[in-house]
């Protein structure tokens, strides 16, 4: 199975401020046939279900500011939050769905 | 706007099985593949399965491939998590979540599950 580790697990960030998450991979991710990486970046509030943000490494999904950004490739991936505001405290988890199971990674925890 | 409904909080004791269902609200089940997760209390999200609504196809993490059962009844836009010989360690949030050609992009609001003597 794939095993994703994500650094840090917490991370306190001033407001206004840059939050850098990584992901690391213990297969790669990127699948040739189509040059993608099947990688995903969800961020979960208490109480409530993992919102999807990025997919494919890099693509935003519809609605989610561009203060959210994916990077990477292959086994190495990293979420940027910009201009931090009070509303992006969550837990931020990255997850592959190239082969299943279909693992996430452990979660960072973003503080102001 | 696609959304997923489930059923509501169970308790069930150690030996017993959940059955957990999801409704799909303003879309066909059948246009996507559904995924089943869960989520115990301060962990990651947990991949248990997924299911082809269309032709009933299904596939199941290895960790329980012996006690879990996806199923859909394609008349009520319904999709069916069924987990057996449940232990304490099954307490968790379950979840569907509905997945394209990437990653689950809507998730149902999650179901409880508590086991306990």
């Known amino acids: 199975d794939i095993v994703l580790t994500q650094s840090p697990q917490v991370l306190a960030v001033s407001l206004g401020g840059r939050a850098t998450i990584n992901c690391t991979s213990s297969?790669?991710?990127?699948?040739?046939?189509?040059?993608?990486?099947?990688l995903a970046w969800f961020q979960q509030r208490p109480g409530q279900p993992p919102k999807l943000l990025i997919h494919w490494a890099s693509l935003r999904e519809s609605g989610v500011p561009d203060r959210f950004r994916g990077s990477g490739s292959a086994t190495h991936f990293t979420l940027t939050i910009n201009d931090l505001r009070a509303e992006d405290v969550a837990v931020y988890y990255c997850?592959?769905?190239?082969?299943?199971?279909?693992?996430f990674g452990q979660g960072t925890k973003l503080e102001i | 706007q696609v959304q997923l409904v489930q059923s509501g909080a169970e308790v069930k004791k150690p030996g017993a099985s959940v059955k957990v269902s999801c409704k799909g609200v303003e879309y066909d089940i059948s246009t996507y593949e559904i995924n089943w997760l869960r989520q115990a209390a301060g962990q990651g999200p947990e991949w248990m399965g997924w299911?082809?609504?269309?032709?009933?196809?299904?596939g199941y993490a290895r960790n329980f491939h012996d006690r879990l059962t996806l199923t859909r009844d394609i008349s009520m836009n319904t999709a069916y998590m069924e987990l057996g010989s449940l232990k304490s360690d099954d307490t968790a949030v379950y979840f569907c979540a509905i997945r394209g050609l990437s990653a689950p992009f809507s998730w149902g609001q999650g179901t409880p599950v508590t086991v306990s003597a």
């Open positions: 997850q592959q769905y190239i082969e299943i199971p279909c693992n």
């Open positions: 299911m082809n609504p269309k032709s009933g196809a299904t």
């Open positions: 297969q790669t991710v990127f699948y040739n046939s189509n040059n993608k990486d099947y």
